[in-house]
């Protein structure tokens, strides 16, 4: 009995021919086991949540899918979340979670109402802010600074000779900042404020074709553009096809995400690319060590960023 309640709640400290034996006994009596029985015999709780912004985009799917295996090999179930980037959503889902006292809960960046960071800070529920980093963490922290990596996106362009700088950008906070970031670095170095073009976020393919015609058309002689997702740089590739708009000739483009399309573009898309995957496995260990051992310390790794240069600058 205790073999098969470590192989349910602890796949990873089994051995594999035992394991085996197990879920074959399982499969054969269609045996459902019941976590939160469990969870009260232990008083653990072996289900961890994750709260992310949209399960439309592609920019998270290697966290949640690093998180999941990782979670899983360790004997945890996640659950996902979706705020839509709004607070109100986030708060909404913080309390549901609070209440249902997970193992851990997972953040998608680090800027939440006051609310919501004192009601987990009094929860005892370890809390991983992921994607982001701050001085302030709530708890434990995986991420990466939007501010040094639009920084490094504008010199880039800066050292390769474009002077007329832009951003098209989604209107969510980390964007924000990175647009914020972007633009002080180029008056910095001496080049004029660059435009910004904000569009909703999630942003699309089509929002990124639509931002390059709105750009070109007020400012024809723009030469470096930085984009907050790879997915709005797909528009601007697309959209400069049908303009007759040369990339790199014409126009430098810089993405954010190297997504999977990124290098099967033409041309290919210089982009910012971050450890989604070690993001994920990073926080899920964050959460685990704390759910296993209470005296365990919270952390904060920077799992950093590099620019990916490709064709399009």
């Keep these: ?52 912004p949209t399960l439309i985009s592609p920019v998270f799917n290697e966290t949640v899918q690093s998180l999941t295996e990782t979670f899983n090999a360790a004997g945890y179930q996640l659950i996902l979340g979706q705020s839509g980037y709004e607070d109100s959503c986030e708060s909404e889902l913080v309390d549901a979670l609070i209440a249902r006292r997970p193992a851990g809960i997972v953040l998608t960046g680090v800027i939440h109402a006051d609310d919501v960071s004192r009601r987990l800070v009094g929860s005892g529920i370890p809390v991983v ?24 996106v504008c010199r880039f362009l800066h050292q390769r000779g474009r002077r007329k700088l832009a951003v098209l950008a989604g209107d969510d906070a980390r964007a924000k900042r990175r647009t914020a970031a972007f633009v002080a670095t180029a008056i910095e170095v001496g080049l004029q404020a660059p435009r910004v073009h904000e569009v909703p976020a999630p942003a699309t393919l089509g929002s990124g074709r639509r931002g390059l ?20 740089a797909l528009g601007v590739i697309t959209e400069a096809n049908v303009m007759g708009l040369g990339i790199p000739g014409r126009l430098s483009l810089v993405g954010f995400g190297d997504l999977s399309f990124a290098s099967d573009l033409e041309p290919a898309l210089t982009t910012v690319r971050i450890d989604g995957t070690r993001i994920g496995r990073e926080a899920a260990r964050c959460i685990v060590d704390r759910a296993e051992n209470d005296a365990a310390a919270a952390r904060l790794i920077d799992v950093g960023f590099s620019i990916v240069e490709r064709a399009s600058a």
């Design 213 to 232: 015609r709105s750009l070109m058309g007020t400012d024809g002689d723009l030469d470096g553009l930085f984009c907050s997702s790879d997915l709005l």
């Design 1 to 52: 009995t205790m073999t098969v309640s470590r192989a349910l709640s602890a796949p990873g400290k089994v051995d594999k021919e035992t394991l085996e034996k197990v879920r074959w006994a399982i499969e054969q009596t269609s045996y459902v086991p019941n976590m939160v029985a469990g969870g009260l015999k232990s008083r653990k709780s072996r289900l961890v949540a994750a709260v992310v």
């Design 129 to 152: 802010e992921t994607w982001d980093l701050t001085a302030t963490p709530i708890d434990s922290l995986v991420g990466f600074s939007h501010e040094e990596a639009a920084r490094s």
